[in-house]
């Protein structure tokens, strides 16, 4: 059994901020743990914009803060996403989130991710493998 907090990781390599300065994420669930999934609390900053696409995941994404817009970048349509709301992106789309406010959202992606992955300049997350942990 694993017990850990999001505080008990902060400061730590599972407190992941992008390279572009848009998000932070904590990686309470990674791959090294051999669930199956990675788990995430992840917030982007208000005002900002951020493009990606999990060529190599599926994500599901459940906002409990803030308020964000949600483009589907093949298709043109807008999503309005606040709290309560979820987000599946089981065909791979390519998307961006503009936040109206800081965007606080839970995570779920398989396969899971290391920890130490970046969106990089199609903003696709790259797929990283990692034995277990001892």
């Known amino acids: 059994m ?14 992941v901020h992008s390279a572009s300065g848009t998000w932070r994420s904590k990686r309470i669930v990674l791959a090294k743990e051999r669930v199956g999934f990675s788990l995430h609390e992840t917030v982007l900053y208000a005002g900002t914009e951020t ?9 599901a994404v459940l906002c409990v803060e803030g308020e964000a817009e949600l483009t589907n970048d093949e298709t043109g349509e807008k999503h309005w996403i606040s709290p309560g709301t979820m987000y599946l992106l089981d065909g791979h789309e390519k998307h961006t989130l503009r936040p109206k406010t800081d965007f ?19 903003g696709v997350y ?6 277990a942990e001892d």
Do not use: Q
Not at 2 to 15: A, H, Q, W
Not at 126 to 131: A, K, N, W
């Open 126 to 131: 790259p797929l990283l493998t990692e034995p």
């Open 2 to 15: 694993i017990v850990r907090s999001f505080k008990d990781i902060e400061g730590t390599e599972r407190d």
């Open 51 to 59: 493009s990606m696409w999990y060529a190599n995941h599926i994500e």
């Open 104 to 122: 606080r959202t839970v995570c779920v992606f398989n396969p899971p991710v290391t920890g130490r992955e970046d969106h990089d300049e199609n």
